[in-house]
């Protein structure tokens, strides 16, 4: 049974949820409505998975899921709130959520997040997606506009550029190719393996390989620049 925690100053919501969840198979280990009781609920119990909204009274969602990342790497994070603007997408992403759903999203897209999040994918709204498409974008406009800009976060920047100048299909294989749509589809190595009749440790070669020859290192940013 999985183990999840809800960190949300709605407590009608965080008891929505609990029902949810609860009569789907997954224990909740506790309710917090700020990070810093969410911390001290993850110092008595083990979690698997953390629903957390972003906007908080105390500390926020954003700082919660760096002190998460730090203290309790193996934990996932499925980040669900009503904000979608550019600032809490990228930075909730860069401090380690796997999953980023607002809160008019149903209750089959919630419970089906979890499954894929805890499967190894990475989920996104629809409309996450579409402004981290959009930065993505706009970054390699500006980097193909001036070559000379700065070198800060330069290997994910010139792998940017190098996606809208050759395409990033240009250097992957056939199957490479096929491993890339899928994980861009949400599939977890584990689906991606079962769907292949491979091993997962063939997948995660194969992605590994992708990561290389895109010059990409995270999954999130992959599948962003592949939608690109």
Known sequence: MRKVLLVDDEVMLLDSLEIILS??????????????????????????????????????????????????????????????????????????????????????????????IMGGS??????????????????????LANDNNSTDNAADDHAEKNIREIGVYGELTEREREIASLIVDGFSNKQIADKLYISEGTVKNYISKIYDKTGIHDRVKLVVALKG
């Not at 909204?53 to 105390?58: A, F, H, Q, S, Y």
């Not at 990475?122 to 980097?143: G, I, P, Q, S």
């Open 23 to 116: 009569f789907n198979d997954m224990e909740i280990i506790g309710k917090a409505t700020d990070g810093n009781a969410a911390l001290d609920i993850l110092k008595e119990k083990k979690c698997d998975i953390a629903l957390v909204d972003l906007n908080m009274k105390g500390m926020g969602g954003i700082e919660l899921i760096g002190h998460m990342k730090q203290l309790y790497p193996e934990i996932k994070i499925l980040v669900l709130t009503t904000f979608y603007d550019d600032k809490n997408i990228t930075e909730a992403i860069s401090n380690g959520a796997e999953g980023y759903l607002l809160k008019d999203s149903g209750k089959d897209a919630i419970l089906g997040a979890v499954d894929q």
């Open 122 to 143: 990475t989920v996104l709204d629809k409309k996450v997606m579409e402004r981290l498409t959009a930065l993505v974008a706009n970054n390699a406009a500006a980097l």
